[in-house]
C-alpha cells in the first residue's frame, strides 16, 4: 500500500449501523441535543470545503515575467535604451506586456477549481434534533446528526445508512459508476472500495428513488468529497516540455552570447587596439544581433494560433503552453462512463429458450434492428419474442423523446430506458395496453410488475433481476408452449452475456384472470411464465473506436481507468481496442501496491477498473515516474486530482462537471474521444512550427553575428549599425517569421511516434542547419558589403545594400524554412498564403527603410540605384538554392 494511504480511518461501511450510532454517541429516534451539537461544532468546524490559498491578482501578474526569455527581451530593451533607440524599446516592451497579459488571462481561470467543487455541497438539509424533524443549513451539520434522504436531495454530508426503503443514488460524478447504485443499511467488506460501499452515501451525490435514514459520519474536508478538494489543492502543476526546454534554451543561449561578446570585446580591444567606444558599440550590436527578441512574441502567437485551429476542431484551450503538450503526449489515461462510452444504456442481446436476438442502435434513440442470424426478426411471426417485447414495454415507467435539437433524452431510470427503446425498436411504440394496477421496482424484491389488459385478456407483466425471476417461475415459453424452466441453461446463458460486459435483465409473464382488478407481491412471486433474458450496455461511441486506432498508429498508448466492474471494462476495452479483454487491474488490487510495484503494473495493463480518486492520482504518477507524458480525460469529480496532475487535463465540455473543467488543460467542447485525436494532430503541428520558426530566427540572428565578428576579427568598418540590425530584426519577426505560425499541418504527422520528453528542441541537425545559414547568409552579406566598398561607394550605401542583402536572404530562407527536411518545392509550395502576404509586407517595408528621407536619417542609409536591387535579389536566389541542396544531401545521408 502506499506510504500516503497508510493513516488509519474508521470503516463506516463495514460496521453494523447500531455500533456505529454506539460510537459516533447519538440516538437514531432523537437525534442530538443543542449541547451536543454546539461542542462537535467546535470540534469539527462548519461542514464546508476549506478554501484554496489564492495568489493575488498582482502576484500571478509578476509571474508572468519570470521566464529567462522575457528576461533576455527585457535586457534587449535596456540596450536600445542605452543606445537612445527609444521606438525599438518601446516595441520591445510591448511585446514582453502583451505575452504577460495573454498569459495572466489564461491562467488566471484555473483558480476557479477548488470553489467550482464548494458548488457541488448541498446547501439544505432535514434532520432529526432533540426529537423533532428539522430543516437546517448543509454547512451546519455535524458528526452524529440523524439525517433524512428523499428521491431528489443532494446529499450533504457522508452518512452511515440504518433505514433504507429502495435508495438509488446517481454516484458517477464521485465513482465512475455509469448508473444508479442501490444501497442497503448491509455492512460490506472491510477493504470495499468506494463504488462498492453501498451501506454509505457520500456528499455531493444526489438520490434518484427511494427515501432513507442515515447518521452523518463526515463533515467538510473529511467526506470523500473533502479529500478529492484536498488532493486538488496539494497536486502541483508541472511546467509543460516546451516550457522546460526553452528556458534551458534561453539560459544557454543568454550564456554563450555574454561568454563570446566578452571574447570578441576582448580581440578587438587588445589585437587591433581599437578604442573603446568602438568596441562596446561592437559589443552592443552583437548582443542585439544574437539575441532573438521576436521568439517569445512568436511563440505566443504561433500557440494562440493553434487555440483558434483546436476551438474549431472542438477542443477548447484554457492554458496555451497546453496546445503543444499536446503533440508529445504518449499515453491517454481516459474514464470510461460518458467519454469512451455515450453514458446512455442500450440493450443489445435478447436470449429467449431458442434463440438469441442482436439488437443494433444504440443510446435512446429507437432506430435499429431485432436481427436473428443477421436477418431482421419480426415479432409477428415470433410469439415468444413478441410477448417478451410487449413485457418490456408495459412493466415501464421511462418515457424517451426528442427534444429541441432533435436529440433524443430520457426521463426515468436509464435501465428502464434501454427497456423502453428496445421495445420501439420491436414495433411496440403504440402498444399501450390500459394499466390497471402495478408494483414498482424496489431493491428488497428486485423487479417490478405491471397489470394490464390486453384486447379482453388481463396479463401480468414483469421485469428484473434474472436470478430473482427465475425462482419465480416453474415455467418458460417456447414456440411450441409452455415447457418446464431449464434453470441450468438460463444460468449458462447469464454466463455468456455476463462475459461481454453486459448487466442483465430478465422477463416473465402470467394470465392475470379477467376479473382481476389489483396486484400484490404474493400474486406476481409465483406461477409466472420466463420468457427470456436482455442484455444492456453503456455502449462504446463509434468514433473512439477509429480515434484509438489512430493514437496506436501515432505511439499514444490509450489507457482506461473506470469505477465500473472488471468484468464490464474489459469486455468495453476490447470492443474499442483497449487491452486484450483478458487482463485489467481492479482498484483493491491497486490498494496493495507499493509505488515501485506500481510503475511496473501501468507497463503492462491498460484496463483499471473500481477505481477511486487516490488510484486514479497514483496511476498517473506512476507513468509519470516512467518518463511518461499523460493526458487524462474525465467527466466526473473523481477525475478532478489526476486531470490536474497530469500533463494535461482534458474535461468533457457537456457532460462534464464544472470541477473537472477547471483543473484541465482542455475541455472538449463535444464530449467526443475523437476530438483528442484532433488536438494531438494541431498539438503537433504546433510544435512543427514553433520549430520552424526557431530554425528561421536563429540563422537570421546568426547571420547578423558572424557579420559583426568577421568585421571584429578582420579589423574592418562595421557593415551594419545596431540599429540597423533591430530594424532588420523587427521587420523578420514581424512578417516573416509571423507566416510560419499559420503552416498547415504536414501529411505525415499523425504516423510519427511522440517526441521523448527529454528530446532537445534543436538537436545535432538544427544546430548544424543554424550554423550553415548563419554562415551562409552573414558570408554573403559581408562580401557584398566589401564589394560595394570596392566600387567606392560610401559606408552608407555599402550598409544599405548590404541590409537589403541580408533582409532578402531571410525572405529566400524563409520558403525553405516551411519544410524542415523535404524538399520546399512542390505542389504545396503556394498552400500558405500568409507567406506570401509576409513576402509582400517585407518588400515594402525595406522600400520604406531605403527612401524615405527620415528613415534614411535615423538608420544612417542611402537611397539606392534600382540596379543595386540585384545585389539582394541574387543573394536571396543563392540561399535558396543552396540551402534546398543542403537539404536533399542530408536526406540521402540520413536515409529519409
Known amino acids: 500500500m502506499a506510504e500516503s494511504e497508510k493513516k488509519q480511518k474508521t470503516n463506516w461501511h463495514s460496521m453494523e449501523a447500531d455500533e456505529v450510532i454506539d460510537k459516533l454517541n447519538t440516538d437514531k429516534e432523537n437525534g442530538l441535543g443543542d449541547e451536543e451539537i454546539t461542542e462537535r461544532q467546535e470540534k469539527y468546524g462548519k461542514n464546508k470545503l476549506p478554501k484554496g490559498k489564492k495568489n493575488p491578482w498582482w502576484k500571478r501578474l509578476l509571474e508572468q515575467f519570470n521566464n529567462i526569455l522575457i528576461y533576455v527581451l527585457m535586457a534587449a530593451a535596456i540596450v536600445t535604451a542605452i543606445m537612445g533607440h527609444w521606438i525599438d524599446t518601446w516595441v520591445i516592451l510591448a511585446v514582453v506586456i502583451i505575452n504577460a497579459i495573454i498569459g495572466f488571462i489564461q491562467e488566471g481561470k484555473a483558480e476557479k477549481a477548488l470553489e467550482s467543487i ?9 434532520v432529526k434534533r432533540k426529537g423533532n424533524k428539522k430543516n ?3 454547512e451546519n451539520l455535524v458528526p452524529g446528526d440523524i439525517i433524512l434522504l428523499k428521491s431528489g436531495d443532494k446529499i450533504p454530508a457522508d452518512v452511515r445508512l440504518f433505514k433504507s426503503r429502495n435508495l438509488q443514488v ?39 428513488y427511494g427515501k432513507a435514514q442515515g447518521v452523518v459520519v463526515a463533515t467538510g474536508a473529511d467526506t470523500e468529497l473533502g479529500k478529492i478538494n484536498k488532493m486538488i489543492s496539494e497536486v502541483e502543476k508541472i511546467t509543460t516540455p516546451l516550457l522546460q526546454q526553452i528556458e534551458n534554451f534561453g539560459k544557454w543561449l543568454s550564456l554563450i552570447i555574454l561568454l563570446i561578446t566578452a571574447g570578441f570585446f576582448a580581440f578587438g580591444y587588445f589585437y587591433h587596439e581599437r578604442s ?13 544581433a544574437a539575441i532573438p527578441e521576436g521568439l517569445p512574441a512568436i511563440m505566443t502567437i504561433t500557440l494562440a494560433i493553434g487555440v483558434q485551429r483546436m476551438a474549431g476542431r472542438n477542443a477548447i484551450i484554457r492554458s496555451l503552453p497546453s496546445v503543444e503538450t499536446l503533440g ?4 491517454i489515461c481516459s474514464d470510461k462512463t460518458g467519454t469512451l462510452t455515450r453514458n446512455e444504456m442500450t440493450a443489445q442481446t435478447i436470449v429467449t429458450a431458442e434463440n438469441v436476438y442482436t439488437v443494433k442502435g444504440t443510446g435512446y434513440e429507437p432506430e435499429g434492428e431485432i436481427l436473428l442470424d443477421e436477418k431482421k426478426a419480426n415479432p409477428d411471426d415470433d410469439k415468444v419474442l413478441k410477448r417478451l417485447l410487449q413485457t418490456i414495454r408495459c412493466s415501464n415507467n421511462a418515457e424517451i423523446k426528442k427534444n429541441d435539437e432533435g436529440k433524443w433524452t430520457l426521463t426515468g431510470v436509464p435501465t428502464e430506458g434501454a427497456l423502453l427503446t428496445l421495445s420501439y425498436k420491436g414495433g411496440m411504440k403504440d402498444f399501450k395496453p390500459k394499466r390497471i394496477d402495478q408494483v414498482p421496482f424496489e431493491s428488497e424484491h428486485k423487479y417490478s410488475a405491471s397489470l394490464n389488459k390486453v384486447d379482453d385478456e388481463v396479463f401480468i407483466f414483469v421485469t428484473g433481476a434474472p436470478e430473482r425471476l427465475i425462482d419465480m417461475c416453474e415455467k418458460q415459453l417456447t414456440t411450441e408452449g409452455e415447457k418446464k424452466i431449464e434453470r441450468k441453461f438460463w444460468e449458462e446463458k447469464m454466463e455468456e452475456i455476463a462475459a461481454k460486459g453486459q448487466r442483465m435483465l430478465a422477463a416473465a409473464f402470467q394470465n392475470g384472470g379477467n376479473d382481476r382488478s389489483e396486484i400484490e407481491k404474493e400474486d406476481v412471486e409465483k406461477d409466472q411464465i420466463f420468457l427470456g433474458l436482455i442484455g444492456i450496455i453503456d455502449p462504446a461511441r463509434e468514433e473512439a473506436i477509429e480515434a484509438i486506432k489512430e493514437c496506436k498508429q501515432a505511439g499514444v498508448n490509450v489507457k482506461m481507468i473506470t469505477g465500473d466492474h472488471a468484468i464490464t471494462a474489459k469486455a468495453i476495452g476490447k470492443q474499442i481496442g483497449i487491452g486484450d479483454g483478458e487482463k485489467a487491474k481492479t482498484g483493491k488490487e491497486l490498494e496493495e501496491m507499493g509505488d515501485e510495484e506500481m510503475k511496473e503494473v501501468v507497463k503492462e495493463y491498460d484496463v483499471y477498473a473500481r477505481t477511486s480518486p487516490e488510484h486514479k492520482l497514483r496511476l498517473v504518477k506512476a507513468l509519470q515516474a516512467n518518463g511518461k507524458l499523460v493526458a487524462m480525460t474525465g467527466d466526473g469529480v473523481n477525475d478532478a486530482p489526476a486531470l490536474k496532475k497530469a500533463n494535461i487535463g482534458i474535461a468533457m465540455g457537456i457532460k462534464g462537471t464544472e470541477v473537472t473543467k477547471d483543473a484541465s488543460e482542455m475541455v472538449l467542447a463535444d464530449d467526443n474521444f475523437a476530438s483528442i485525436v484532433n488536438a494531438i494532430e494541431e498539438g503537433r503541428t504546433v510544435y512543427d512550427n514553433i520549430r520552424k520558426a526557431l530554425l528561421f530566427i536563429l540563422p537570421t540572428n546568426g547571420a547578423e553575428s558572424v557579420v559583426l565578428m568577421s568585421a571584429i576579427l578582420l579589423g574592418i568598418t562595421m557593415p551594419i549599425t545596431p540599429a540597423q540590425i533591430l530594424w532588420v530584426n523587427m521587420v523578420t519577426a514581424v512578417t516573416l517569421a509571423l507566416a510560419l505560425s499559420f503552416e498547415p499541418m504536414e501529411e505525415n504527422v499523425m504516423e510519427r511516434q511522440p517526441r521523448g520528453s527529454d528530446e532537445s528542441i534543436l538537436g545535432k541537425f538544427f544546430i548544424w542547419r543554424i550554423a550553415f545559414v548563419s554562415i551562409l547568409i552573414g558570408g554573403i552579406t559581408l562580401g557584398v558589403f566589401k564589394y560595394m566598398q570596392s566600387l567606392d561607394q560610401t559606408d552608407a550605401v555599402a550598409r544599405t545594400v548590404a541590409v537589403n ?12 524554412s516551411r519544410k524542415i527536411k523535404l524538399s520546399s518545392i512542390g505542389k504545396n509550395f503556394f498552400n500558405n498564403k500568409y507567406a506570401f502576404y509576409a513576402a509582400g509586407a517585407l518588400i515594402a517595408l525595406q522600400a520604406f527603410f531605403v527612401y524615405v528621407p527620415f528613415m534614411n536619417n535615423f538608420f544612417n542609409t542611402e537611397a539606392i540605384e534600382l540596379s543595386y536591387w540585384l545585389y539582394p535579389l541574387a543573394t536571396g536566389v543563392a540561399v535558396f538554392i543552396i540551402v534546398e541542396i543542403e537539404k536533399f544531401i542530408a536526406r540521402k545521408i540520413s536515409g529519409d
Not at 460524478?173 to 442501490?182: I, K, R
Open 170 to 208: 446517481e454516484e458517477s460524478p464521485l465513482t465512475g459508476e455509469s448508473t444508479a447504485v442501490d444501497k442497503s443499511v448491509d455492512p460490506v467488506e472491510q477493504d470495499a472500495i468506494l463504488g462498492d460501499q453501498s451501506s454509505m452515501a457520500f456528499s455531493g451525490t444526489v438520490v434518484t
Open 136 to 138: 437546517i443549513e448543509a
Open 118 to 126: 464548494s458548488n457541488m455541497l448541498s446547501l439544505g438539509a432535514v
Open 276 to 288: 573603446l567606444d568602438d568596441m562596446f558599440l561592437a559589443a552592443i550590436g552583437l548582443v542585439v
Open 805 to 816: 542583402s541580408l533582409v532578402a536572404g531571410q525572405l529566400f530562407y524563409l520558403f525553405n
Open 328 to 331: 508529445s503526449v504518449n499515453v
